[in-house]
């Protein structure tokens, strides 16, 4: 029984590694198949303008977008300061795309984990949710872009109500 058992596995091993388990593209090309898509991956820096509260302030950020075909997954870090109220988020988005003739825009929706601290309240590590769009511009012949983005942000709070406010940034964005 034991010799039984070994041989199989020896074949399975065997059959297992002279069997490619990978299509070719000569193959691909002859039989008009297709491979899935490598996503392009981009880096991207922005600043602009927060509204929270009763305030306008600053706010700064840094993305990564893996770009697979007409939509992107959309890691970032936002901060944002409005008077004496500041807030850290690292957020993940699904980016839509709509492709134009010279300019790229798009829609966001995700969820985030924030750290916010306000004035007269400890620290709260709450919840958020980011909604919005934007418009990339492709910069010719470079690698580069441009781009201006606004995102409504909820951070759900459990006593007081919710913290909204509003974020128009613009941005350069890098991709390899």
Do not use: C, H
């Amino acid at each position: 029984m034991k010799k039984i058992f070994y041989l199989l596995v020896l074949i399975l091993i065997v059959s297992n590694v002279t069997f490619p388990q990978y299509i070719s593209n000569s193959i691909v090309t002859q039989k008009n198949l297709s491979l899935a898509p490598t996503p392009k991956i981009s880096l991207g820096i922005q600043a602009g303008f927060a509204y929270f509260g009763q305030g306008t302030g600053l706010s700064i950020g840094l993305n990564t977008e893996v770009d697979v075909s007409s939509f992107s997954f959309v890691p970032q870090a936002n901060y944002w300061k409005v008077n004496q109220d500041n807030n850290f988020e690292m957020a993940g988005l699904v980016r839509m795309k709509f492709g134009m003739q010279g300019f790229n825009p798009y829609l966001d929706g995700g969820i985030g984990i924030n750290f916010l601290n306000q004035k007269n309240e400890e620290s709260l590590t709450k919840i958020g949710l980011d909604l919005g769009g934007g418009v990339e511009i492709p910069n010719p012949g470079s690698s580069s872009s441009f781009y201006i983005d606004a995102k409504y942000k909820i951070i759900i709070k459990d006593e007081g109500g919710n913290l909204s406010g509003y974020t128009l940034t613009g941005g350069i964005r890098f991709t390899f």
